[in-house]
């Protein structure tokens, strides 16, 4: 099963620290932010991933050289398949339409890391797509995932009230069904199309099941953080 990673974004959040690179290049520990969440996909048994490129794309080059281990690796530039007009999560997904054609695969965002155990649970070949979630404090703060016997029914983004705690945490396993979903989503309020805009419709037709991340899940997006996943990564 392939495992296509979207790292095409720069990373604003992390203000000088991705001025000159991809926040997903920052080190951590003396090696790359991206080396860590390869070393978990590969842990998990994946060795074929798509990475999905864009901003400071030259940047990826040395990182390909020495820091991808014995894994076949297809990189895809974002802003040459799918222009640069178009902004939003659903099109990095876009962009790898080509590479993993008609099979099943694995998604999630370069900027987040798993456990490699929790990234197993996604290996599933069947007709349903899959939702990681986890249950959160803070729920109001996320997307929480509205789900009835394991089945998504619908994701509502950063509820004022209290609807449940199981957030989306970005970790998806994907059936060809997704691009057709893709297709049809507008815009979002936000001026960008949104992943979950389409899996949202995929959760109309009953094809969307939830998993539960038991484990860690962490988002690398803010200068803190490289402390924080330092500490985190220095327990593997």
């Not at 099963?1 to 974004?9: D, E, L, P, R, W």
């Not at 895809?76 to 008609?102: F, P, W, Y």
């Not at 998604?107 to 798993?114: T, V």
Request: with cysteine; hydrophobic share 40%.
């Amino acid at each position: 099963m392939k495992t296509v990673i979207a790292a095409a974004g720069k990373g604003t959040r992390m203000l000088h620290l991705s001025q000159d690179k991809p926040k997903h290049l920052i080190p951590i520990n003396g090696r790359p932010w991206m080396a860590h969440v390869f070393d978990h996909v590969v842990s998990a048994g994946l060795k074929d991933i798509v990475l999905v490129v864009g901003y400071q794309a030259h940047a990826w080059d040395e990182f390909l050289q020495h820091d991808t281990h014995d894994v076949k690796v297809t990189v895809v530039n974002q802003c040459i398949v799918c222009g640069t007009e178009r902004h939003g999560t659903a099109i990095s997904l876009e962009a790898a339409k080509e590479v993993v054609s008609d099979e099943q695969f694995i998604f999630f965002y370069g900027d987040n890391i798993y456990a490699s155990d929790d990234i197993k649970q996604f290996c599933v070949q069947d007709e349903y797509s899959y939702i990681g979630g986890m249950r959160h404090d803070e729920p109001q703060r996320f997307g929480v995932l509205f789900e009835e016997n394991g089945v998504l029914k619908k994701i509502v983004e950063k509820p004022q009230e209290f609807i449940g705690d199981m957030i989306n945490v970005g970790l998806y396993k994907f059936t060809p069904k997704i691009f057709e979903a893709v297709r049809k989503i507008d815009v979002s309020s936000r001026g960008e199309y949104e992943l979950t805009d389409a899996v949202s419709l995929l959760a109309q037709e009953g094809k969307v099941k939830v998993i539960q991340v038991s484990d860690y899940w962490m988002d690398f997006g803010r200068p803190e953080d490289v402390e924080k996943g330092s500490v985190l990564l220095s327990k593997d």
